[in-house]
């Protein structure tokens, strides 16, 4: 079965540092979302693609977080300077985003914890 | 904008009990509408999707969940419950193909042997 590759799997980091997560979408997928699963929200949508483009990245904190596809095969979130409250798992998904596939593959996450 | 309402944080039933866990969802026109579920530590996996045509839908694991566009209801259903069915269940809505998916904040559904 095809999959969503993000690394590292885990991640603990000091306050302060910079953080980069990497997600490897499913060959042929052309939309990549970013998502943040804490206890308290959920999951929240942070950010997504369309054939690299940025669509929507409201869901982001500006001042610390950027999202980028280098190119179709990897998708980076970056946090700088990351903060005990970005502490969360992070997932990607990647589909087609049109009526092909419409349900998103998801990856196994990365869990962050900033202390 | 969409949202999803999941009302039901946690839910309990007995193996082989019957199962409904509830969505209600907010949007204008005829919504996307999925059912994921997320075992520990795991990634979420879709169970069934809708888009259009037959209201009731059929998914993976022996699940089904039926549109009711009257009530803004997407329900998912399983007449009979496994000890692995145990995981958190996400509801999630669309506004369109082209668009984000927003998820529900989840249930939890534990099994009682």
């Known amino acids: 079965d095809a999959r969503v590759t993000q690394t590292p799997r885990h991640k603990v980091t000091e306050m302060g540092q910079e953080v980069t997560m990497r997600c490897q979408p499913i060959?042929?997928?052309?939309?990549v979302f970013w998502y943040r699963q804490t206890m308290m929200q959920g999951l929240e949508l942070l950010a997504y693609?369309?054939?690299?483009?940025?669509?929507?990245d409201s869901g982001m904190p500006k001042d610390r977080f950027s999202a980028e596809m280098p190119d179709a095969t990897l998708a980076t979130l970056k946090i700088q300077p990351s903060e005990p409250r970005d502490s969360a798992v992070y997932f990607c998904?990647?589909?087609?985003?049109?009526?092909?596939?419409?349900?998103?593959?998801f990856g196994s996450g990365t869990r962050l914890t900033v202390v | 904008a969409q949202s999803v309402t999941q009302p039901d944080i946690h839910i309990t039933v007995s193996e082989g009990a019957s199962l409904e866990l509830r969505c209600n969802y907010s949007?204008?026109?005829?919504?996307?509408l999925f059912w994921y579920v997320q075992s520990p530590g795991q990634g979420l996996q879709l169970l069934l999707k809708?888009?259009?045509?037959?209201?009731l839908v059929q998914g993976i694991k022996g699940f089904e969940a039926e549109f009711k566009r009257s009530q803004s209801s997407f329900n998912l259903r399983k007449p009979s419950v496994h000890w692995s069915d145990a995981a958190e269940y996400f509801c999630?809505?669309?506004?369109?193909?082209?668009?984000?998916?927003?998820f529900g904040k989840g249930t939890r559904l534990h099994i009682l042997p």
């Open positions: 998904a990647s589909g087609f985003g049109d009526d092909r596939d419409h349900g998103y593959t």
């Open positions: 060959l042929g997928h052309n939309t």
């Open positions: 693609f369309r054939n690299r483009a940025p669509l929507d």
């Open positions: 949007y204008g026109a005829t919504p996307y």
């Open positions: 809708y888009f259009s045509g037959d209201t």
């Open positions: 999630a809505v669309g506004a369109g193909r082209d668009d984000k998916i927003i």
